[in-house]
């Protein structure tokens, strides 16, 4: 059958699922004293209130709310890579794909969960069912992120039946993992057809996820931009949003892949040429996240409005402006410089300048959403200084997403195993034919049709 | 249950029912001929 033959010719992709290291159980080990101490953090708020976090009359948003933000923008990055990326044909997404659907999967809930985090009481998020209405921002955040993350597991949930199936037919595992491995798979038997109908669902959910990506990342910048705070009320803020989750979501996939590749010995699979690729695009977004940065200060800069200017200055040149400089080096400048340069254009450069774009967006959506709120129309100063408590939860939450990211590398290949079949058998063949039909003065194939 | 409730319930009701119905599809043998 299909499938047999594509694991034996990937038999690499299986060991990290048949052989763990003493590095995974003290990663792991690791890990799970960060997620509880983060825990603990959280008991402390919700036995004490949020009076045990910065937040303040008037800056009523801090920490939680960037995460929010943050995590949401992270998660494009498997739809950007796997779903945009497929239905252009482009082949070299495909050792990548698995990695960044997985980002999407397990960076959403903390998105989503850093809502009920800032509540306080988070009983309180059944008010959006009860007394939800149709005019509020709120309500359209959390029905676009619920259906995001529902569609976001179910095409990630498509492309592994298949490996699931290799798993279950091929791996000499316990027979709980033998199991989950049997439900999971739900009677796949890799016949030619079932192939060419996943086919056509991964096509369709393509574009369906694509369409939400630009949805959700919008819904969630009009959260800011439908109120009329000077900082928020902008009409770009949505594109500007979305071109800011896309680039930080590629960083985290060019991360990811880059530690799976090391620790995963898939140098075969991923390879420079993968990360010199997705470097190329990444240095795009930087442009492009610089010319909507520009815009947005220029026009409010030029405008010269008293409410606009106040959240500008200090942004600029008074108290956020450490802040907003060290975003402004880490977003553009340092990406820019490595990544323009094929001599530094390499997987460790890559990843340095992934790194440095994660924590200057990060910073961005912390002076997107603090200084407006510090300097309130009305008048007056607020500061916010964040506490241990919302740092532990933080932390927590990023050392819970990667623990998830980790344990599923153990359960299943990390690279999709059947995308590298399709493309050794299908992939090759029909490039080369949509290449002979671009050029002219190159006899086309006797296999393709007559005009 | 306020409007709030009900446009989540239909959207994420309609959501599920076509995500199983094209697994049921995914997953459904060929027919002969």
Same mark, same amino acid.
């Given at each position: 059958?299909?499938?047999?033959?594509?694991?034996?010719?990937?038999?690499?992709?299986?060991?990290?699922?048949?052989?763990?290291?003493?590095?995974?159980?003290? !990663?792991?080990?690791?890990?799970?004293?960060?997620?509880?101490?983060?825990?603990?953090?959280?008991?402390?708020?919700?036995?004490?209130?949020?009076?045990?976090?910065?937040?303040?009359?008037?800056?009523?948003?801090?920490?939680?709310?960037?995460?929010?933000?943050?995590?949401?923008?992270?998660?494009?990055?498997?739809?950007? &890579?796997?779903?945009?990326?497929?239905?252009?044909?482009?082949?070299?997404?495909?050792?990548? !794909?698995?990695?960044?659907?997985?980002?999407?999967?397990?960076?959403?809930?903390?998105?989503?969960?850093?809502?009920?985090?800032?509540?306080?009481?988070?009983?309180?998020?059944?008010?959006?069912?009860?007394?939800?209405?149709?005019?509020?921002?709120?309500?359209?955040?959390?029905?676009?992120?619920?259906?995001?993350?529902?569609?976001?597991?179910?095409?990630?949930?498509?492309?592994?039946?298949?490996?699931?199936?290799?798993?279950?037919?091929?791996?000499? $595992?316990?027979?709980?993992?033998?199991?989950?491995?049997?439900?999971?798979?739900?009677?796949?038997?890799?016949?030619?057809?079932?192939?060419?109908?996943?086919?056509?669902?991964?096509?369709?959910?393509?574009?369906?996820?694509?369409?939400?990506?630009?949805?959700?990342?919008?819904? &969630?910048?009009?959260?800011?931009?439908?109120?009329?705070?000077?900082?928020?009320?902008?009409?770009?803020?949505?594109?500007?949003?979305?071109?800011?989750?896309?680039?930080?979501?590629?960083?985290?996939?060019?991360? +990811? =892949?880059?530690?799976?590749?090391?620790?995963?010995?898939?140098?075969?699979?991923?390879?420079? &040429?993968?990360?010199?690729?997705?470097?190329?695009?990444?240095?795009?977004?930087?442009?492009?996240?610089?010319?909507?940065? #520009?815009?947005?200060?220029?026009? !409010?800069?030029?405008?010269?409005?008293?409410?606009?200017?106040?959240?500008?200055?200090?942004?600029?040149?008074?108290?956020?402006?450490?802040?907003?400089?060290?975003?402004?080096?880490?977003?553009? &400048?340092?990406?820019?410089?490595?990544?323009?340069?094929?001599? =530094?254009?390499?997987?460790?450069?890559?990843?340095? $300048?992934?790194?440095?774009?994660?924590?200057?967006?990060?910073?961005?959506?912390?002076?997107?959403?603090?200084?407006?709120?510090?300097?309130?129309?009305?008048?007056?100063?607020?500061?916010?200084?964040?506490?241990?408590?919302?740092?532990?939860? +933080?932390?927590?939450? #990023?050392?819970?997403?990667?623990?998830?990211?980790?344990?599923?590398?153990?359960?299943?290949?990390?690279?999709?195993?059947?995308?590298?079949?399709?493309?050794?058998?299908?992939?090759?063949?029909?490039?080369?034919?949509?290449?002979?039909?671009?050029?002219?003065?190159?006899?086309?194939?006797?296999?393709?049709?007559?005009? | 249950?306020?409007?709030?409730?009900?446009?989540?319930?239909?959207?994420?009701?309609?959501?599920?029912?076509?995500?199983?119905?094209?697994?049921?599809?995914?997953?459904?043998?060929?027919?002969?001929?």
């Amino acid at each position: 059958m299909k499938h047999e033959a594509a694991a034996h010719k990937d038999a690499a992709l299986f060991e990290p699922l048949l052989r763990t290291g003493k590095g995974f159980y003290v !990663t792991v080990a690791v890990l799970v004293i960060v997620v509880a101490w983060g825990a603990y953090a959280y008991v402390r708020q919700l036995v004490l209130g949020l009076g045990v976090t910065g937040m303040n009359r008037p800056v009523f948003w801090g920490v939680y709310i960037t995460n929010f933000v943050f995590f949401i923008g992270l998660s494009h990055a498997g739809t950007l &890579v796997s779903a945009i990326l497929r239905i252009v044909k482009a082949e070299w997404r495909r050792p990548f !794909t698995r990695a960044a659907e997985a980002v999407t999967v397990f960076s959403l809930p903390f998105g989503a969960g850093s809502i009920i985090l800032d509540l306080g009481r988070p009983d309180r998020l059944l008010n959006v069912i009860f007394y939800g209405r149709f005019q509020s921002a709120i309500l359209w955040d959390v029905t676009s992120i619920s259906l995001y993350m529902l569609s976001s597991i179910f095409y990630f949930y498509l492309s592994l039946i298949p490996d699931i199936a290799m798993c279950r037919d091929r791996l000499n $595992v316990g027979s709980l993992r033998a199991r989950l491995y049997r439900f999971l798979a739900l009677g796949w038997t890799g016949s030619e057809h079932q192939y060419r109908r996943l086919d056509r669902l991964m096509n369709i959910m393509a574009v369906w996820l694509t369409m939400l990506v630009v949805i959700v990342h919008t819904v &969630v910048a009009w959260i800011f931009g439908m109120t009329i705070v000077p900082g928020w009320h902008s009409a770009i803020i949505g594109p500007y949003f979305l071109c800011g989750a896309i680039f930080s979501g590629v960083g985290a996939v060019i991360i +990811t =892949t880059a530690i799976l590749r090391r620790v995963y010995h898939l140098e075969d699979y991923i390879k420079p &040429v993968h990360i010199n690729a997705l470097s190329l695009f990444f240095l795009s977004l930087s442009l492009l996240w610089f010319y909507f940065t #520009f815009v947005e200060y220029f026009t !409010t800069f030029y405008g010269d409005e008293p409410a606009h200017m106040v959240i500008f200055n200090a942004k600029f040149w008074q108290e956020f402006s450490p802040l907003f400089w060290v975003m402004v080096v880490c977003c553009f &400048v340092i990406p820019v410089v490595v990544l323009s340069n094929p001599r =530094t254009r390499t997987i460790a450069g890559a990843v340095a $300048v992934s790194v440095f774009v994660n924590i200057g967006m990060w910073l961005e959506r912390y002076i997107v959403i603090i200084p407006p709120l510090a300097r309130p129309r009305l008048g007056g100063i607020g500061s916010y200084i964040p506490t241990w408590v919302e740092w532990a939860i +933080t932390i927590g939450c #990023f050392a819970f997403f990667v623990l998830l990211y980790t344990l599923f590398t153990k359960l299943f290949p990390v690279v999709a195993v059947w995308e590298m079949h399709e493309a050794r058998q299908q992939s090759i063949p029909e490039t080369m034919e949509r290449m002979r039909s671009y050029m002219p003065g190159v006899a086309a194939s006797p296999l393709s049709k007559e005009e | 249950m306020g409007e709030g409730g009900i446009i989540l319930l239909i959207v994420m009701a309609v959501a599920f029912t076509v995500f199983l119905s094209m697994l049921i599809w995914l997953m459904r043998p060929e027919k002969e001929g």
